[in-house]
């Protein structure tokens, strides 16, 4: 099979399918974006872990970082660190490029380094085409598959800064951001004495569309942000500044017979989520399991592919609504068209209503014994993964959805322990005896859930 693309998501999906014993050609250009620098939150070692990188992130000698520091709608910095003991990663996207490819070609991966073109975007008959190219989305655009939303476009502009002592940061591995009236700004450390410094800016209000010349822009934008205007004003621009689209889309389908879009070549979400790598190597350990699946059981074809597509789209609206909340919140502390174009469209709706799931908690708290039912949901067989493959199991039907675990719970086992017991400690007991230990504040959640959903009813 064939992937497009050696970013990030294209080395991880390239790689896993090497190991799992098939024949896999990555093509790539040569030159690649030396210049931006990402943050990569410690929650991504799981996917390290699974994609068998770990050690490669390791050797890459990233700086470690403990959190990060906002100026969020607000003067005062807000310091958040990240759970106890936790570390993320401040990655130059090209060494994280580079340190995945040695990874995959050490897999078996035959890698080409030249520059796509079009006779590469025919899927082989028999053989599956996976998209990984990024925002370049070479198979996806030429499909017409990328749909940006009604929303404004934002363009980020980015800069290496560099100073011979220390940033006046309270904790100098930290991502920054800060909002201002026009826009956000962000900044990354590559090295103890040298930042990455990006402002994300609307093209058409900033003037960037008229011509305006980008380095102009972007130090006048900087000018705009307190606490960024502070950090730079003993630092040099060393290179730089580069522009990227940074405006977000999604895919109409993520895969079919035949193709699969992995990554930012499906969807690119806000990068204020710092959310991006760790998005692209999930898509990729997700397609690399949906091909593994079709390849080995050919029956499971059509499930794998739905599965992965429905579950892509589902990861994209997650961070879309993730994005809009904490665009939301600055908003009204800068009267600009910038946060008006980016907060005013509603949310779309959580799949699941946080105020429900409470509501049912107190309730199940507040009685002295409960009296369970099944509720609504029909079970029926629906795809979920197991190791490398997807698999039909039972699972809750709701609607066109379909459920299996809420928070590592069972529920499709919960919602038939629930009837039996009259007391929560009881039904908990009974799950971990038949289905092993599981935190308790996660089983409340589900059954708080389940209630809040009707799959459960409390008489
Ligand atoms: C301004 C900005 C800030 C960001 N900040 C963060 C952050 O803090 N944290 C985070 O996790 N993510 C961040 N991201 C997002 C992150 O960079 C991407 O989500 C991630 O790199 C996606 O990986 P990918 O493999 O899908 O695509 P990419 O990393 O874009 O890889 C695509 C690959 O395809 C190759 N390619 C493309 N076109 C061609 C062609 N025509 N011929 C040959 N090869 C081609 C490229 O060379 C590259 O190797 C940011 C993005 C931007 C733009």
């Known amino acids: 099979m064939t992937v497009l693309g050696g970013g990030p998501a294209g080395s991880a999906a390239a790689k ?96 080409e380094r030249r520059l796509l073109g079009e006779a590469d975007l025919q899927p082989r008959e028999g053989a599956f085409l996976i998209d990984a190219t990024g925002r370049s989305g070479l198979f ?59 402002v994300m800016v609307d093209p058409q209000r900033s003037g960037l569309v008229r011509g305006a010349p980008a380095r102009d822009v972007y130090l006048a934008e900087i000018a705009k942000a307190t606490a960024f205007r502070a950090l730079v004003q003993q630092a040099t621009c060393v290179d730089g500044p580069w522009g990227w689209d940074a405006s977000s889309y999604r895919a109409d389908r993520y895969a079919a017979d035949g193709w699969l879009l992995a990554g ?89 209503d946080a105020a429900a799931v409470r509501a049912a908690f ?24 197991r190791g490398h493959e997807i698999v039909l199991e039972p ?3 709701t609607g066109d959805e379909s459920i299996r675990f809420v928070s590592g719970i069972d529920v499709v086992a919960l919602r038939a322990l629930g009837p039996r017991f009259s007391q929560v400690p009881d039904l908990f007991e009974a799950y971990c005896r038949a289905h092993g230990d599981v935190p308790l504040p996660d089983f409340l959640l589900a059954l708080a859930t389940a209630v809040a959903q009707r799959w459960l009813v409390v008489q």
């Open 264 to 352: 930012d070549a499906g969807s690119f979400i806000d990068p204020l989520s710092s959310a991006g790598v760790k998005k692209a190597l999930a898509s990729a350990w997700l397609a690399a399991v949906a091909v593994h699946t079709s390849l080995a059981r050919p029956a499971m074809r059509p499930h794998a592919l739905a599965f992965f597509s429905q579950r892509e789209h589902e990861i994209e609206q997650h961070y879309s609504r993730m994005s809009r909340l904490f665009l939301a919140e600055a908003a009204p502390t800068h009267p600009h068209a910038f946060w008006r174009d980016r907060s005013d469209s509603p949310a779309a709706p959580a799949a699941v």
């Open 395 to 397: 699972g809750l039907v």
């Open 362 to 385: 107190e309730q199940l708290r507040a009685a002295p014994g409960i009296r369970l039912s099944p509720g609504d949901a029909r079970i029926e067989q629906r795809p979920c993964v």
């Open 140 to 198: 996806a655009r030429a499909k017409g598959l990328r749909t940006y939303g009604e929303g404004p476009r934002t363009v980020a502009l980015g800069a290496s800064w560099a100073r011979p002592d220390r940033w006046p940061v309270p904790d100098d591995t930290h991502t920054l951001i800060e909002s201002y009236d026009s826009g956000w700004a962000w900044s990354v450390p590559t090295s103890l004495h040298a930042r990455h410094i990006a």
């Open 16 to 111: 896993l399918l090497a190991q799992w014993g098939h024949s896999v050609r990555l093509i790539t250009r040569a030159a690649t974006d030396p210049r931006l620098a990402v943050s990569i939150p410690p929650s991504c070692h799981k996917l390290f872990d699974a994609i068998g990188v770990s050690d490669a992130i390791d050797r890459a000698g990233f700086v470690r970082t403990t959190g990060n520091t906002v100026w969020w709608g607000q003067p005062e910095p807000r310091v958040e660190m990240f759970e106890e003991g936790a570390q993320g990663w401040q990655a130059s996207t090209q060494v994280l490029e580079d340190a995945l490819l040695v990874e995959a070609a050490a897999a078996g991966v035959s890698i």
